[in-house]
Antibody
Framework: EVQLVESGGGLVQPGGSLRLSCAASGFTVSSNYMSWVRQAPGKGLEWVSL???????YYADSVKGRFTISRDNSKNTLYLQMNSLRAEDTAIYYC????????????WGQGTLVSVSS | QSVLTQPPSVSGAPGQRVTISCTGSSSNIGAGYDVHWYQQLPGTTPKLLIHGNSNRPSGVPDRFSGSQSGTSASLAITGLQAEDEADYYCQSYDSSLSFYVFGTGTKLTVL
């Protein structure tokens, strides 16, 4: 059974950093495309970042230069390092498994809440 | 910011049929990229409902169907049930922006 479990969210001050984790089971993270998608309180979904199975990484313009996606193959875990956080980064962050070249997400984690506030 | 436009809300009585539209542009739906739909029940994580414009994953009732034409797509729900009350999002790929784009979201209310 495919499962994705995020952790690492919390309250952080503007300008601060946070690292989110997404532990996967039932499949191999490194063999799949994996993404982070966020949802601000009461708002819609916004794609944040993607890592290809080959390791290439991509980012939404809103987070480019501040966020870094990575993975640890030995732990079958996806990460999102978030630096220079802003109030507008406040959201629930979901990790999601990408269905390769079909460009959609077939499994989602339960999400972890990131709040950026002083 | 969302580049796929959906109506903010739709409603229907139990047993009725409702449709949710998703309007894009020539760089996403109009360019031939597939449309996918997600259902987000209150307080829960998004769930894949339709992929590849009209394909239902295993376990999704056939009351849900999708279609696509030109720069738009639609999700139809027949035989409305109380448990269908949720937010629905369309999603596609955009060649001029960064990868994935989502719709603005539609709240379905079952009267």
């Amino acid at each position: 059974e495919v499962q994705l479990v995020e952790s690492g969210g919390g309250l952080v001050q503007p300008g601060g950093s946070l690292r989110l984790s997404c532990a996967a089971s039932g499949f191999t993270v490194s063999s799949n495309y994996m993404s982070w998608v966020r949802q601000a309180p009461g708002k819609g979904l916004e794609w944040v970042s993607l890592i290809y199975s080959g390791g290439s990484t991509y980012y939404a313009d809103s987070v480019k230069g501040r966020f870094t996606i990575s993975r640890d193959n030995s732990k079958n875990t996806l990460y999102l390092q978030m630096n220079s956080l802003r109030a507008e980064d406040t959201a629930i962050y979901y990790c999601a498994r990408d269905v390769g070249d079909d460009w959609y997400f077939d499994y989602w984690g339960q999400g972890t809440l990131v709040s950026v506030s002083s | 910011q969302s580049v796929l436009t959906q109506p903010p809300s739709v409603s229907g009585a139990p047993g009725q049929r409702v449709t949710i539209s998703c309007t894009g542009s020539s760089s996403n739906i109009g360019a031939g990229y597939d449309v996918h739909w997600y259902q987000q029940l209150p307080g829960t994580t998004p769930k894949l409902l339709i992929h590849g414009n009209s394909n239902r994953p295993s376990g999704v009732p056939d009351r849900f169907s999708g279609s696509q034409s030109g720069t738009s797509a639609s999700l139809a729900i027949t035989g409305l049930q109380a448990e269908d009350e949720a937010d629905y999002y369309c999603q596609s790929y955009d060649s001029s922006l960064s990868f994935y784009v989502f719709g603005t979201g539609t709240k379905l209310t079952v009267l």
